[in-house]
């Protein structure tokens, strides 16, 4: 076995180490992207909160899944790359949404049936965007498990 397998390898379980390790913490941070109708500016500021640490942490994980993968397929890691890009336009988004709704409490206020056209927009604008978030983050897994699946494995094998 060539001595640069071996170093790949031994690369590759060193990332897993380090994945292994933040995903016990993304784990650890519990967010979900589920959008609760609290009309309460603290619930607000603490939602922001959550999620800045919680996407933090998630951009930490992506970027040694790209580091990972760029040990073994460059055109793949820049794809890669790509989503993690996207990923953080996509959280700049939410926050922002969320940053207007902290601004605003009322916007989320089941109770309020006499909401404006703009407070019924941002509601279905924090939804949307928690959807696509979401699914992104999906389709990253997607893909991760995937170059796992065809690239990994059988260079740890």
């Known amino acids: 076995m060539s001595e640069n397998l071996e170093n790949v390898k031994k690369s590759i379980k060193e990332h897993s180490e380090k994945l292994a390790k933040l995903g016990t913490e993304l784990a650890e941070i519990k ?4 959008v ?9 500021e603490k939602r ?12 930490e994980y992506y970027n040694q899944v790209h580091s990972m993968m760029n040990l073994i397929n460059k055109e793949e890691s820049q794809m ?6 996207k990923f953080r336009q996509l959280g ?8 207007k709704i902290k601004d ?34 999906k389709e ?6 995937n170059f796992y699946q065809n690239e990994l494995k059988k260079i740890l094998e």
Not at 36 to 44: I, L, T
Not at 105 to 134: A, G, M, R, V
């Open 31 to 34: 967010f979900s992207y589920k």
């Open 36 to 44: 609760e109708e609290k009309p309460s500016k603290e619930y607000w």
């Open 48 to 59: 922001m909160k959550e999620y800045k640490k919680y996407n933090e942490k998630c951009l």
């Open 80 to 85: 890669f790359l790509l989503h993690i890009s």
């Open 92 to 99: 700049l988004e939410l926050l922002e949404i969320m940053q």
């Open 104 to 137: 605003n409490p009322s916007i989320t206020d089941p109770k309020d049936k006499q909401k404006s056209q703009w407070s019924k927009d941002i509601k279905n604008k924090i939804s949307e965007q928690s959807n696509k978030c979401l699914n992104h983050e």
């Open 140 to 145: 990253m897994n997607g893909s991760f498990r």
